[in-house]
């Protein structure tokens, strides 16, 4: 069966730090790729997608993630945290033609100022 | 504004009493789903509606129901709510392939 990883349930980081969310999944077909954000207390919000093109994809609050498709991954980065970035991230992956999207289990940032 | 709403955002009930949560949506999406979303186990879709009178079973659909009679709705209806249906409710729809939109999430508590 598909499935999306995210093998970091809990990541702590200080102000200024670089981050980097890991997200796996198992399927072999084409992928649209997606990153959500939920600030506590609120909804999903959509972070970045990819679709196709440049494997390169930049989203909002400075957010980016690369798509390697060898390796099955869409890892999220963030040259620079900060404390507004504490949050839970879940990564999506939507397969072939299928509009089911897949989550993973979601990996909660605590920013420390 | 494009948005998904959802009502009521936070209920308190009791064993056995039906109760329905109503998800609406403004952008004309086909897709509509419903998760729930407990601590460490993500997103969990219930059921999904590819179109108007079009509903599927999600990967936790044991216990709900829905409905799709017109395009922009799709309620979740708990005939005779459990405590372990106690959960954080959110109603997504989604255009084609794009990204989805996720309403404002319901807080249920089963008593």
């Known amino acids: 069966a598909q499935s999306v990883s995210q093998h970091n349930h809990h990541v702590i980081l200080s102000e200024a730090a670089s981050l980097e969310l890991g997200c796996n999944y198992s399927y072999g077909g084409t992928v649209n790729l997606f990153w959500y954000v939920q600030y506590p207390g609120q909804h999903l919000q959509l972070l970045l997608k990819y679709f196709s093109g440049d494997p390169l994809v930049k989203g909002i609050k400075g957010f980016e993630a690369e798509f390697i498709k060898s390796k099955f991954s869409f890892n999220l980065r963030k040259p620079s945290v900060q404390w507004s970035d504490t949050a839970e991230y879940f990564c999506?992956?939507?397969?072939?033609?299928?509009?089911?999207?897949?989550f993973g289990s979601g990996t909660r940032l605590l920013v420390r100022p | 504004e494009a948005q998904v709403t959802q009502n009521p955002r936070y209920l308190i009930t009791v064993t056995g009493k039906k109760l329905t949560v109503t998800c609406s949506q403004n952008?004309?999406?086909?897709?509509m789903s419903w998760y729930r979303q407990d601590p460490g186990l993500g997103l969990r879709q219930i059921y999904y509606?590819?179109?108007?009178?079009?509903?599927d079973k999600g990967d936790v659909p044991e216990g709900y129901k829905v409905s799709r009679k017109e395009k922009r709705n799709f309620p979740l209806i708990l005939e005779s709510p459990s405590p372990n249906q106690t959960s954080l409710y959110f109603c997504?729809?989604?255009?084609?392939?794009?990204?989805?939109?996720f309403g404002p999430g319901t807080r249920l508590l089963v008593l």
């Open positions: 999506a992956v939507g397969m072939d033609s299928s509009y089911k999207l897949i």
């Open positions: 997504a729809s989604r255009s084609g392939k794009g990204a989805q939109y």
């Open positions: 509606s590819m179109n108007v009178e079009v509903t």
């Open positions: 952008m004309n999406h086909e897709y």
